[in-house]
């Protein structure tokens, strides 16, 4: 049975399946030629690690993951690193969770200061707080939020996209039930 863990050191975090833990022989016996393993953290190769629950996906998380999907499609690739795409969840209290793609360790999307193991800028943050409100309150996003142009449009998206990725990934975006529909993308 698959059983989702979180490592239990503090600077690493990281989460997933107990079956996707590393498995190395224990230097300790194998000095006495003995065959014992561990099963350790694959990002820190830490020993100790705790139980996590499986994650709460209501319908409005999907429609956030949704469109965490569609941008990681396009332009840049945010919340894409090498295949793993970020996801989010809620808690049994309710509160949101980010699984950064990159650090593979849950966010507390609830926190107002510096959410570590989070690695991308304000940017960003700012819209997972918006697809958050979306998941706690139903509070739609507007199409602007998505690959928002610089002043001069010629010159892309402030998120670095050229102004055909951009375009591209707005298209993409505007037909998913969490974006404010009757705008035009
Ligand atoms: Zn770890």
């Given at each position: 049975?698959?059983?989702?863990?979180?490592?239990?050191?503090?600077?690493?975090?990281?989460?997933?399946?107990?079956?996707?833990?590393?498995?190395?022989?224990?230097?300790?016996?194998?000095?006495?030629?003995?065959?014992?393993?561990?099963?350790?953290?694959?990002?820190?190769?830490?020993?100790?690690?705790?139980?996590?629950?499986?994650?709460?996906?209501?319908?409005?998380?999907?429609?956030?993951?949704?469109?965490?999907?569609?941008?990681?499609?396009h332009g840049?690739?945010?919340?894409?690193?090498?295949?793993?795409?970020?996801?989010?969840?809620?808690?049994?209290?309710?509160?949101?969770?980010?699984?950064?793609?990159?650090?593979?360790?849950?966010?507390?999307?609830?926190?107002?200061?510096?959410?570590?193991?989070?690695?991308?800028?304000?940017?960003?943050?700012?819209?997972?707080?918006?697809?958050?409100?979306?998941?706690?309150?139903?509070?739609?996003?507007?199409?602007?939020?998505i690959a928002p142009a610089r002043?001069?449009p010629?010159?892309g998206s402030i998120w670095g996209y050229d102004k055909e990725a951009a375009a591209a990934v707005r298209a993409?975006?505007?037909?998913?039930?969490?974006?404010?529909?009757?705008?035009?993308?």
């Amino acid at each position: 049975m698959s059983q989702r863990i979180e490592c239990s050191r503090r600077t690493c975090r990281w989460t997933g399946e107990n079956s996707e833990l590393s498995k190395v022989l224990d230097p300790k016996y194998s000095a006495k030629s003995l065959t014992v393993y561990n099963y350790v953290c694959p990002k820190c190769g830490s020993k100790s690690y705790y139980e996590l629950p499986e994650p709460i996906i209501t319908e409005r998380v999907e429609h956030a993951n949704a469109l965490i999907k569609v941008i990681s499609e396009h332009g840049r690739k945010f919340f894409d690193h090498k295949g793993t795409i970020a996801t989010l969840e809620l808690d049994k209290n309710g509160k949101v969770w980010l699984i950064d793609e990159y650090t593979k360790a849950r966010v507390y999307t609830q926190y107002n200061g510096t959410w570590r193991r989070f690695h991308h800028g304000g940017t960003l943050r700012d819209l997972v707080c918006a697809m958050r409100d979306y998941i706690t309150k139903g509070k739609k996003l507007s199409i602007e939020w998505i690959a928002p142009a610089r002043c001069n449009p010629e010159n892309g998206s402030i998120w670095g996209y050229d102004k055909e990725a951009a375009a591209a990934v707005r298209a993409a975006a505007a037909q998913l039930p969490i974006i404010e529909q009757g705008e035009q993308a």
